[in-house]
């Protein structure tokens, strides 16, 4: 069974940057795609971005395109998502999730995984 682990969480001012990492364990990591997802107070959980498991496909949430890069190392069992020009909008718990599939698609709906990170909070307040 996979496990996830996300890290790189914290309190950041408006415009500033964050990079979330999240470590999988098992030798299956470079099979699928991978997802991030976040949810805030009083929110559903939404979709932010996902990757092919090659990394040759991306896939962004329109809230996100322009700001947040979603990228994997398969080599380091590791996904990372680079969020620059931070808003308070931004403010939720970052879930990473594994894909049932190889293509992008398959890590884009939060309903249909299984695999789950604890998720790591980001806060962004002045």
């Known amino acids: 069974q996979v496990q996830l682990v996300e890290s790189g969480g914290g309190l950041v001012q408006p415009g500033g940057s964050l990079r979330l990492s999240c470590a999988a364990s098992?030798?299956?990591?470079?099979?699928?795609?991978m997802g991030w997802f976040r949810q805030a107070p009083g929110k559903e959980r939404e979709f932010v971005a996902a990757?092919?498991?090659?990394?040759?496909?991306?896939y962004y949430a329109d809230s996100v395109k322009g700001r947040f890069t979603i990228s994997r190392d398969n080599a380091k069992n590791t996904v990372y998502l680079q969020m620059n020009s931070l808003t308070p909008e931004d403010t939720a718990v970052y879930y990473c999730?594994?894909?049932?599939?190889?293509?992008?698609?398959?890590?884009?709906?939060?309903?249909?995984?299984?695999?789950w990170g604890q998720g790591t909070l980001v806060t962004v307040s002045s």
């Open positions: 999730a594994q894909g049932s599939g190889r293509a992008y698609y398959t890590a884009s709906n939060y309903r249909d995984l299984e695999v």
């Open positions: 098992g030798r299956t990591f470079s099979s699928y795609a």
């Open positions: 990757i092919s498991w090659s990394g040759a496909t991306l």
